[in-house]
T-cell receptor
């Protein structure tokens, strides 16, 4: 497809489980972002990659959150020992540029932690 | 501390009339502003943007106005159509981290036929 693809679309995890969320950005897009959107809130920045380099991870809530983009295309957001407050929609976005903020978002992965 | 505020959680207008969505920001370092539109179960899609060197940007039925002194921007949709019904997010970037967007909480627009 031509857009940003995320999987799984829905994930239910028991508290304490590890989860991995995948993002396939638009081909050729240099920049990749992860955002977290809690219910009733706007998306909040988690981390930013330029190609395979993670240039900013200041938004990751704790060291249980880890993101990688080893070959500069597909990215994975991993959450270890999930907690109820991790329940949210995790949005991936890509851009051909690193500025202007005109991002192309995926449909998101909705994580529910029980 | 919300740096981008959308104080109206919802707005309802009649088809054909004007929709005005408002957004305020507190960070004077923001220099680029965007509006995103989001349908249920979809990701946000880019709608229109404006740089701080301008005070107006128009794209078809959509116009964004920026008042830097008031730290306020608004999105005008004329004429409104039922397909415009969605959540609209205001976002801003700047201050050296011009790749990082700060979003408001969104405004749900409902356009009634």
């Amino acid at each position: 497809g031509a857009g940003v693809s995320q999987s799984p679309r829905y994930k239910v995890a028991k508290r304490g489980q590890d989860v991995a969320l995948r993002c396939d950005p638009i081909s050729g897009h240099v920049s990749l972002f992860w955002y977290q959107q809690a219910l009733g809130q706007g998306p909040e920045f988690l981390t930013y990659f330029q190609n395979e380099a993670q240039l900013d991870k200041s938004g990751l809530p704790s060291d249980r959150f880890f993101a990688e983009r080893p070959e500069g295309s597909v990215s994975t957001l991993k959450i270890q020992r999930t907690q109820q407050e991790d329940s949210a929609v995790y949005l991936c976005a890509s851009s051909i540029r690193q500025d202007t903020g005109e991002l192309f978002f995926g449909e998101g992965s909705r994580l529910t932690v029980l | 501390d919300q740096q981008v505020k959308q104080n109206s959680p919802s707005l309802s207008v009649q088809e054909g009339r004007i929709s005005i969505l408002n957004c305020d920001y507190t960070n004077s370092m923001f220099d680029y502003f965007l509006w995103y539109k989001k349908y249920p179960a979809e990701g946000p899609t880019f709608l229109i943007s404006i740089s701080s060197i301008k005070d107006k940007n128009e794209d078809g039925r959509f116009t964004v106005f920026l008042n830097k002194s008031a730290k306020h921007l608004s999105l005008h949709i004329v004429p409104s159509q039922p397909g415009d019904s969605a959540v609209y997010f205001c976002a801003a970037s700047g201050g050296g981290s011009n790749y990082k967007l700060t979003f408001g909480k969104g405004t749900l627009l409902t356009v009634n036929p």
